[in-house]
Structures are given as structure tokens and as C-alpha cells.
């Protein structure tokens, strides 16, 4: 729709509920935009502050729930499964991140095991199935 037709539309209760509801997720857009502008400013004066390393991924799940919050009722039951997904990959990725991040230089057995936990949630059921088959192996030889 282009703005020459919204100029025409009328608004006046009960004859354009379309117009309405245009608006509606014109003005959740809006606030949308304006809260994930508070989260990545926040972000950035936390960089100039130096208070803590901010993890970017922590971030962008905030972002994630924010787009969720506002999202076009018809549309958000399924963005808000695909955001959730999306968020689960995005946490695994971190946990996975810092679980390395501690064995700069030597990884053994139990470190690669331990890794294979953290990534079992995002997989499918034949995968998981393989995992939790490597798991037990790995238990009935350590």
C-alpha cells in the first residue's frame, strides 16, 4: 500500500478496521525500533564505560524478543517459534564459546564430551540419537 492511498483511507470508527490495524503496527514498529535502539545504545555506552565485556550475543537475543513483543498479530505465532529457534542456536553458539574458550591450548576427551551436551538441544532426533550413542560409549570406556 503506498501513501497516497493511506491519505484516502478513512479512519473513522467502524468503517476501516484495516486502517486501524495499519496503524497499530505502524506505531508497534515504532516503539519496536525505539527499544532496540535503547538496547544497542546501551550496548555501546557499555563499551565506552568499559564496564564489562558485552556479549553481543546476549544483545541480539534481546533484540530477538523485542521483534517477537511487536510483531503483527497474524505473524507473530510464527516468528515468535522461528525467534525462539533462532535464540536457542544463538545461546548454544555462546555456551559453546565459552566452554573453548577456557582450553586455549588442550582439549581432551571430556572437554570434546562435554561440548557435544551443550549442542544436543539444537539438534535433530537422529542426531540426538547419535550423540547420546557416543555419550555412552564414552562413559563405558572412561
Do not use: W
Not at 42 to 61: F, I, V, Y
Not at 82 to 95: G, I, P, Q, V
Not at 103 to 124: E, M, W
Amino acid at each position: 500500500m503506498d501513501l497516497a492511498a493511506v491519505g484516502k483511507m478513512s479512519f473513522k470508527r467502524g468503517e476501516n478496521m484495516r486502517g486501524y490495524k495499519m496503524l497499530f503496527n505502524v506505531a508497534n514498529g515504532i516503539f519496536a525500533a525505539g527499544k532496540i535502539g535503547e538496547v544497542l545504545y546501551s550496548q555501546q555506552s557499555n563499551k565506552r564505560n568499559e564496564m564489562h565485556k558485552a556479549n553481543p550475543l546476549t544483545s541480539t537475543c534481546k533484540i530477538l524478543d523485542i521483534l517477537v513483543q511487536y510483531a503483527p498479530e497474524e505473524k507473530k505465532e510464527v516468528f515468535g517459534e522461528r525467534a525462539m529457534k533462532s535464540k536457542l542456536y544463538l545461546e548454544t553458539c555462546n555456551d559453546l564459546n565459552e566452554h573453548f574458550s577456557t582450553y586455549a591450548k588442550r582439549i581432551d576427551v571430556s572437554k570434546i564430551a562435554q561440548a557435544l551436551n551443550i549442542i544436543k538441544p539444537i539438534l535433530g532426533d537422529n542426531e540426538k540419537r547419535i550423540v547420546d550413542k557416543m555419550l555412552k560409549l564414552y562413559d563405558a570406556i572412561v
